[in-house]
């Protein structure tokens, strides 16, 4: 079956400016978390969905961060005033409640 | 709060040599524990995890890790590395009451032919 996928694969844009990063989890999967991988790290935690709600947003790094599940399925990542210490990749994952969570491919974030 | 230290951003094996890949982690109560795997451009894809039960775990492609509660370790091995075993790992924990995995910084694995 399909696995989690995430678009656009790269995004590149210019300080100061908005973007969207989507990602469409697994279907039947009602958690859906977001984490964030700079060069060299290993990813970090953002938020995480359980339905349509955010469960926990203690990661979002500050007020320019914003994330919507409308209707418990696809995600998007809303980014304000992009700055270049937001690039970075954007990762997604899936799962059933308390299950392994399976990862999108990313989106790789570029802030010129 | 929760903390996995992964020792050495980079190891370096011989085809058919052992791998041996280390992590630790800080929790005040044992969590639960994965090795994910990455390769260039994809997503992360586990190789394994421990919850309860069996502290030694097996997985996929011949990798397996052992839980050691005592030195709050979990240190990946497989006894002969391949060349597609070159990739990044990480070390990874969850809360077992949580959902959040917190991840550590990666290790590059390179098998030289």
């Known amino acids: 079956g399909a696995g989690v996928s995430q678009t656009p694969s790269n995004k590149v844009t210019e300080k100061g400016k908005y973007v969207e990063l989507r990602c469409d989890p697994i279907s039947g999967h009602t958690a859906l978390y977001w984490y964030r991988q700079s060069l060299g790290q290993g990813p970090e935690f953002l938020i995480y969905?359980?339905?349509?709600?955010?469960?926990?947003d203690s990661g979002l790094p500050n007020d320019r961060f914003f994330a919507v599940r409308p209707e418990g399925s696809v995600s998007t990542l809303k980014i304000q005033r992009t700055e270049r210490g937001d690039s970075a990749v954007y990762l997604c994952?899936?799962?059933?409640?308390?299950?392994?969570?399976?990862f999108g491919p990313g989106t790789r974030l570029t802030v010129l | 709060a929760q903390s996995v230290t992964q020792l050495g951003s980079h190891v370096s094996v011989s085809e058919g040599a052992l791998v041996l890949l280390r992590c630790n982690y800080s929790?005040?109560?044992?969590?639960?524990l994965f090795w994910y795997v990455q390769y260039p451009n994809q997503g992360l894809q586990l190789l394994l995890k421990?919850?309860?039960?069996?502290?030694l775990v097996k997985g996929i492609n011949g990798f397996e890790a052992e839980f050691k509660k005592s030195e709050t370790s979990f240190h990946l091995t497989k006894p002969s590395a391949h060349m597609s075993d070159a990739a990044e790992y990480f070390c990874?924990?969850?809360?077992?009451?949580?959902?959040?995995?917190?991840f550590g910084e990666g290790t590059q694995l390179t098998v030289n032919p």
């Open positions: 994952a899936s799962s059933l409640i308390n299950n392994e969570q399976f």
């Open positions: 421990y919850t309860t039960g069996a502290t």
């Open positions: 929790s005040s109560v044992p969590p639960y």
């Open positions: 969905f359980q339905g349509t709600g955010a469960a926990d």
């Open positions: 990874a924990v969850k809360p077992t009451s949580g959902s959040r995995l917190t």
